[in-house]
């Protein structure tokens, strides 16, 4: 017996924020019906007395009307899409509800504030345990909702940390339900929170599972100990006073596209990187004007953490409105930083504005105040080489954000430095950085500072923030000769997207020599041909895309060229259609061959949504500067590098694939140019930066696991030949797939161990994709994946279901194998599906006959368990005694002391018995409701014999019609209404004079029966 419940986490975390401050109330005493109510329905989820009292507290000065016009404003909904309501009221929450009020003869408006901003422990910090919400006839009861100022902000659901079932993930679900079914609490919503005790993470309205990420630290100074419950860690690190309410007004933003809102909070390196950095701003405007870096691996959300610094600055009093300049070097990078800022505008609270112009660029900056300002670095070099810059402002209270601080580009010895400073003699500037400063790069400290704050490669792969980065070098498997193959030389220097497009006559020679080499026809061919194949097995075994990075737009064209060759059917003129396009900057003046491929930034932008929505079928983008940093596309797994590159760049660049996305195992770079070397090298500046963890990956560390896990599963199925299954005739492959599912049955969990490492094997595989070794074993893993799905599809309860709703990993169909083929046990069986409420004799039959008996076993009981399962919701008592006599059998068999055949046998007569209780309530001529109450009364042998039949019926009609007069929404958490009720049934049962020494235990079972019924008469 389990000695740990969900009501144990339930007052272990009212605890938690009891010591923090909270008050804990009751859900059902504050109920309209409670002893002590608090609302005046159960649809109403706002505590509006609370939340009067503390307008009336922060808003003294404002008349009375105002007020309940803010109160009413806060109850209205006004759209029909929850996250648009939702949006709606953060803003109110945020920045105070406007009203207006005539003053003096004349309308004045007005802001009524929610929150105390600037003294958080001015606020009032609720916790209520089960609070039950009704809306559409749905009833439902969160396990803890937090209410501050008598607004809903969190909901927490919790899960039985002893129960196997019942997961943080089954509660992520429930979240799902809820937001279904009872909307109205969620209008107020800022946080969901899921957890089974030791495990705990917190996600918004939007977020998918990926996203509900746990809370790693207390106080942000260091990472909780493992030891702690992340429960703790969360509720103590997160809803302290000050850091909920810092939370809700700084740290959530309500991202907007064409096609959905997306609400998103920070995460905890975020968050506390956030805090830091503005700390560190607001010294350095009072000292050297140097704010520091913060490094934050590429894909951990580097460009967000940017937004809420930028968000919290602007209401900083000691900057006084600041003026901020984000800085990129380069346009794309500037127009993708933009755009997540532009969409960003509820944290930011104005509108960010790009500079097209040096012209505009002073105009923008010759402001009194505020203002975010989108630039490059470009402009801030003077026209005349040698010339100084001018002054654009001398305010003290300018921010300059450097994105990717650390770059050559920035020259800041003769350059960047020197004309920013002229330009700004009095702003402060802080970098933003995904890869570590070198260590031989002196002028980043002596302009920026030192690191604020690191967050690396280790500790975001840890969290889920990204994920693992694999690496393939196929440059040996291409059939080039060594002439044919490029050298690349160690004082190469790179050309960017632009500088080609402007210097075609004069590039720099080595350049052009080693271009001509890479760009060379043979070579394009070969390598299209490889990534069309390569690509085709990656698409077998994950969801998802890739991206190619070429040398040169030359080469870009060719290759798109010789893969549209190829493959005609990806190729689509259309923007909107077409599986394979080529990314890239172009003029007029480019060759005509290219100029389908040159298209204008909101063209590019909208393919970028395109690539980034992952059931879109635009899945490869050939690119050679775009969409290499600061593009985001979860769904992208595969990265063909095809271009010289090195240090940052190359970090950069294969970021790219690191994004987490459903259960993406990882991401893996493909290396057609032998890049290994400055891999290394990056690797080596990255490790003495102090940054832990490994940037990439071998492809082979990956196959090495797919090889022990197929191992594993191969040993599960020893001296068992199913080799067939890839060359029979359909109807041998039918008979081979139930023999498998016997053969794995008949052993020691054998379905548990099947279940755990079939999923595992399918994630290496997914990882390993397409080396030699996982093509080796591809059909295998498909004929293991489909025993899989067969077994967890014919023998998992209704209660547990499998949860492949939200996965990358795809089934492998193996050519032996068609989805229908697979997965429906009963057809495989020979059987038609039953219903199970009927069981007749002819299935019954059917089933004693089948001749793989471990299956028809397995089978039968999982059609029992899922009955016994639906009884248990009416009556509790007939459902337990099946369910003992089910049990009864399947341990017998499980200790081996009967037959597969001895055990059908006795679950089909279990079966029979099911399904002659159906009539039972019909034979003594009582309800269902009736019958359960009389269920429980002759559950004790001997009140049969003293009282007979009659007497019982009767004891029982009078008990349903009682329960029915006195029961109420949520009476079971009500120790009141629960005792009442006690008297009722023992003065019942004495007057009819039940078994005085019975009484006790028949009243317990009666009150337990009256809890499921009375529940199903409320979902009525």
Known sequence: MSHITESHIEEAALEILKEQGYKILSGPEIAVDGTTPERNSYQQVILLDRLKEAINRLNPTIPEEAKEDAVKKLTRTESPKLIV?????????????????????????????????????????????????????????????????????????????????????????????????ISSLFNYNEILIISDGTEARAGT?????????PWKTIDGKEIAPKA???????????????????????????QTTKKKITKIMAAYHQYHATNKAIESTIKATKKDRRAGVVWHTQGSGKSLTMVFYSGKLVLSEELENPTIVVLTDRNDLDDQLFNTFSSSQSVLRQKPIQTESREKLKENLSVSSGGIVFTTIQKFFPEKKGDKYPILSPRKNIVVIADEAHRSQ????????????????????????????????KSTPAVFGHYIDVYDIEQAVIDGATVRIFYEGRLAKLELKESEKPKIDPEFEEVTEQEETAKKETLKSKWARLEAVIGSEKRVKVIAKDIVKHFEQREEAMEGKAMIVCMSRRICVDLFNAIKKLKPGWYNKDDDKGIIKVIMTGSASDPLGWQEHVRTKLKRRELGDRFKDSSDQFKIAIVRDMWLTGFDAPCLHTLYLDKPMRGHGLMQAIARVNRVFKDKPGGLIVDYLGVADELKKALANYTLSGGKGKPTFDQEDAVAVMLEKYEIVNNLFYKFDYKKFFSGTAKEKMIILPAAMEHVLKQKDGKERCLKYVTELSKAFALAVPHEEAIKIRDDVGFFQAVRSALAKATTEKGKPEDELNTAIKQIVSKAITSDEVIDIFKAAGLKKPDISILSDEFLAEIKGLEHKNLALETLKKLLNDEIKTRARRNIVEARAFSAMLEQTIKKYQNRSIEAAQVITELIDIAIEIRESKNRGEKLNLTEDELAFYDALVDNGSAKEVLGDETLK???????????????????????????????????????????????????????????????????
């Open 85 to 181: 309501n939702n949006q709606r009221f953060h803003d109110f929450l945020v920045n105070g509800v406007p009203v207006e009020y005539r003053k003096d003869g004349r309308i004045k408006g007005d802001i009524v504030y929610l929150f105390d901003f600037k003294n958080p422990r001015n606020n009032e910090f609720v916790a209520v345990n089960q609070f039950t919400v009704i809306e559409n006839n749905h009833n439902r009861r969160p396990d803890i909702v937090i209410f501050i100022n008598g607004l809903p902000l969190a909901v927490i659901e919790l899960k039985n940390p002893a129960d196997e079932n019942a997961t943080i993930w089954s509660a992520y679900n429930q979240l799902q339900t809820y937001k279904e079914e």
């Open 228 to 254: 702690l419950p992340q429960l703790q860690v969360l509720l103590e690190g997160m809803f302290e006073k000050t850091r909920i309410i810092d939370m809700v007004r700084n740290f959530i933003v309500y």
């Open 410 to 441: 920035y020259d800041f010895i003769d350059g960047f430095a020197r004309h920013m400073r002229d330009a700004l003699p009095n702003a402060s500037f802080i970098g933003f950085t995904g890869t570590p400063i070198e260590l031989s790069d």
């Open 954 to 1020: 009767q004891i029982a009609k009078e008990l349903t019609e009682k329960v029915k007069q006195n029961t109420s929404i949520d009476w079971t958490l009500r120790e009141s209404v629960k005792s009442k009720l006690k008297v009722l049934v023992k003065r019942l049962l004495r007057k009819y004079g039940y078994p005085p020494d019975k009484q006790e235990k028949a009243t317990e079972l009666v009150l337990e029966q009256a809890e499921l019924v009375s529940k199903n008469w409320v979902e009525q």
């Open 205 to 213: 309205l939007t977020s998918e599972k990926e996203w509900f990420l």
